[in-house]
């Protein structure tokens, strides 16, 4: 027994149309995800102007990376020349000090051997005037 009661047919006005618009929904959205039909032709074109278009971004790509390889190797490069820099002066300042050494050490070497030269003057000094006082002692004594 079919009882239409008025709440019945409130939902039945109001299914129909939202099942109505669901299915008419379901079934564009069907035919708008099928492809059209294409030619080779068509497509290989398509496929040329992708595989261009891809060998560009990976040339963007590489370019990029080829800039920021050159940025970090002219920093280490800047890096390395201040260094080297740093190392000359050092060098430098090194190679002084080993000069003052060596000149120091020809000073003191050469001071040595002048007191000894005059130990030496002043050792034989010492034993003339012996001689000489001996002498003396002599010649006062006859």
């Known amino acids: 027994m079919l009882v239409c009661t008025p ?7 109001l299914m129909y149309p939202l099942i ?11 035919a708008m995800a ?7 032709a068509v497509n290989a074109r ?32 800047s890096e390395l020349k201040s260094q080297k820099e ?3 002066v050092k060098a430098n300042e090194a190679q002084k000090v ?11 070497n050469n ?7 005059a130990q030496k003057a002043r050792n034989k000094a010492d034993k003339q005037a ?3 006082a001996k002498a003396r002692g002599v010649v006062d004594d006859n």
């Open 130 to 132: 012996k001689k000489a």
């Open 46 to 77: 398509i496929d040329s102007i992708a595989r261009v278009y891809d060998a560009e971004e990976l040339k963007k790509k590489g370019d990029e990376e080829i800039k920021t390889q050159d940025k970090k190797d002219a920093s280490n490069l």
């Open 34 to 40: 099928q492809d059209a039909d294409r030619s080779p």
């Open 111 to 117: 001071a040595y051997k002048s007191e000894k030269k």
């Open 86 to 88: 740093d190392t000359q």
């Open 98 to 108: 080993e000069r003052e050494a060596n000149d120091a050490a020809k000073q003191s």
């Open 20 to 30: 109505l618009g669901g299915l008419c929904f379901l079934m564009t959205n069907q």
């Open 7 to 13: 709440i019945k047919m409130k939902i039945n006005k």
